[in-house]
């Protein structure tokens, strides 16, 4: 029997409690399911041009050729049957758990489907609630920046007969969900225009009361720490506390306190050890944005609150700025304000994409045209414009003049915004102004010590300039801070600057490999996995990546990256260019 091997979005369904309807009234449930197929799940499936590989008695398994086909259908049937489900008791409706997951399959001859994409789907559909859809990881990343969903990240989940666990994300959908019941009018607070944040008393849910200092101490540090987010608005510690010992509505707090999102969380004592949990809440929805679970050794109390403080803190920055970008996606440009044009902006730089960068050049340039004072967006356009200049988007003479007027004007508008330095830092580091970089990179962490590309781009600086050892120190506080960053592939070419001035190739190779995992498209990764593989002798990997740097940029020589390349040091440039030699890239 011939197969066939590809990636493929895999759609596993099947009802809730089967066994149960059918005991209790076979025939009349056999014959829903089979109107529901002809009137709702065939017809939905067929529009969003699915395949129906098999289906059991109380299931299907369907092939989509696009995870968002996939989702998207599922979130037509799931409402449908939120309207079919009107009016019938709790013990008659039908009701289905939907699993995705973008994977590799193997297509027999008759067109089945088997492999792990196919087990993985099924493994989601059988953790998923009634009338929910849970998304793999992988599924999850295909569809996030072009649906509007309200997803809550469930973490890490360990799924039957699957080896590694995995991240699920869990997305709630139905009529139902978004009816609210009629009640009288209230009075509520607008909404500042920039993300809005309360952080609620955190729950002690151990039997020691000496926790509750500690919970309340923690939360304590959370608003100050958030406070320091200059683009943030932070409810006060005292209309937060408000809400101690008790269990309010989450939508109910966002009215009373005229705020966007909500943080909630819980610290359980067990022994020496201690596990706290943390979660963010849209408040007008009641939907999770991000969660978090922390467990560590209870040993000194104050620095593990210092640690926990910083992780959340960090964490949240990056889930609010996308969390934001998906918000404002629905304004068209020109009826954005100065700050939405630069939230728009930082996540859209983010993809780290030709089109994506200008895309966000033009709309700080908006926002700097709306407010001439703007630091913030200022800094982002010095940043932006030396990046695309590495990347061979921009004229590197001409970005770094555009450049470094946009972050002077960035420090002389607001000399305590860290992206006014972090801009200045980027010129630093394309004009091999060792010193300069470094500072400017240490001063933004000093003003946000909780900005994790701060510390990136830190240790960036200190990897062009010899300093290997203390630059994976920075990029390793930056991936604790936001270990799922917008700007995650750039800490993973970062260590591997680092390791390649150390002179460690196959380590450089291998995070280089992650970067590329992460953006294919960026050309320096490939340069640092040609490079450092070509040094650590591995001639065939180095020839594949000499290839596919090569297909980015056709003419690109060995001597061409020496001289562009930010490393201060002539003998790590010198290495470089050697390495891509060897790589086979021509002189």
């Not at 699915?50 to 092939?63: C, F, N, S, W």
Request: net charge negative; glycine share 8%; hydrophobic share 40%.
């Amino acid at each position: 029997m011939s197969e066939t091997r590809k990636l493929a979005a895999i759609l596993a369904a099947d009802v809730v409690g089967y066994s149960r309807l059918t005991g209790a009234d076979e025939d009349r449930t056999l014959a829903r399911l089979r109107a529901l197929r002809s009137d709702l799940i065939d017809p939905t499936i067929a529009v969003h041009k699915g395949r129906v590989v098999k289906r059991t008695g109380d299931g299907a398994l369907v092939e989509f050729r696009s995870v968002v086909d996939a989702v998207r259908c599922a979130i037509e049937v799931q409402n449908g049957m939120v309207e079919r489900n009107a009016g019938l008791p709790p013990d008659r409706r039908i009701e289905f758990r939907i699993g995705i997951h973008l994977g590799d399959v193997v297509e027999e001859s008759d067109g089945d489907l088997m492999g792990d994409g196919v087990n993985i789907a099924a493994r989601l559909e059988g953790i998923a609630r009634p009338g929910a859809i849970c998304l793999s990881e992988d599924a999850y990343r295909q569809v996030r920046a072009r649906l509007d969903l309200a997803v809550s990240d469930l973490g890490e989940t360990k799924l039957k007969n699957i080896v590694e666990p995995m991240r699920v994300y869990s997305l709630e959908v139905g009529i139902a969900a978004k009816a609210k019941p009629a009640t009288a009018p209230e009075a509520v607070l607008a909404l500042p225009d920039k993300p809005s944040i309360a952080v609620l008393p955190f729950q002690n849910m151990s039997d020691d009361p000496a926790q509750e200092i500690f919970a309340d101490g923690m939360v304590e540090d959370i608003i100050t720490a958030l406070s320091r987010i200059r683009w943030l608005f932070v409810i006060g510690r005292n209309s937060s506390f408000a809400y101690k010992g008790k269990s309010p509505d989450i939508r109910q707090v966002g009215r009373e306190l005229g705020v966007r999102y909500v943080l909630e969380g819980s610290v359980r004592k067990a022994g020496d050890r201690v596990r706290i949990t943390s979660q963010l809440i849209e408040a007008e929805s009641g939907s999770h944005v991000w969660a978090e679970r922390y467990d560590r050794i209870l040993d000194d109390i104050f620095e593990l609150q210092d640690e926990i403080t910083a992780s959340v803190v960090g964490r949240l920055e990056p889930h609010l700025y996308a969390t934001e970008h998906a918000r404002l996606q629905r304004k068209p440009p020109r009826s954005l304000g100065a700050w939405e044009c630069f939230i728009r902006a930082i996540v859209l730089s983010g993809q780290h994409s030709e089109a994506g960068s200008e895309a966000a050049l033009a709309l700080l340039d908006r926002a700097i045209e709306l407010d001439p004072k703007y630091g913030q967006a200022h800094g982002l356009k010095a940043y932006t414009l030396i990046w695309r200049a590495f990347q061979g988007w921009e004229e590197m003479g001409s970005a770094i003049e555009r450049a470094s007027t946009a972050a002077t004007r960035a420090i002389a508008c607001d000399s305590q915004e860290p992206w006014a330095y972090l801009g200045r830092g980027m010129v630093a580091i394309a004009t091999r102004n060792d010193s300069e970089a470094i500072n400017s990179c240490r001063h933004a962490t000093n003003l946000s010590p909780n900005l994790a590309y701060a510390y990136a781009l830190l240790g960036a600086a200190q990897s062009m300039g010899g300093k290997s050892a203390e630059a994976i120190q920075s990029i390793d506080l930056a991936t604790r801070l936001s270990p799922r960053d917008t700007f995650g592939d750039d800490f993973q070419l970062f260590y591997a600057f680092a390791h390649f001035q150390a002179g460690r190739y196959p380590e450089a190779a291998s995070f280089a490999e992650m970067a590329i995992r992460l953006r294919p498209e960026h050309p320096t990764s490939h340069v640092m996995a040609a490079a450092s593989y070509g040094l650590a002798g591995d001639d065939g990997k180095a020839a594949e990546a000499e290839s596919a740097l090569r297909a980015l940029v056709p003419h690109i020589t060995a001597s061409s990256v020496e001289k562009t390349i930010p490393y201060v040091l002539a003998e790590d440039r010198s290495r470089l260019a050697e390495g891509l030699r060897k790589a086979g890239l021509p002189e």
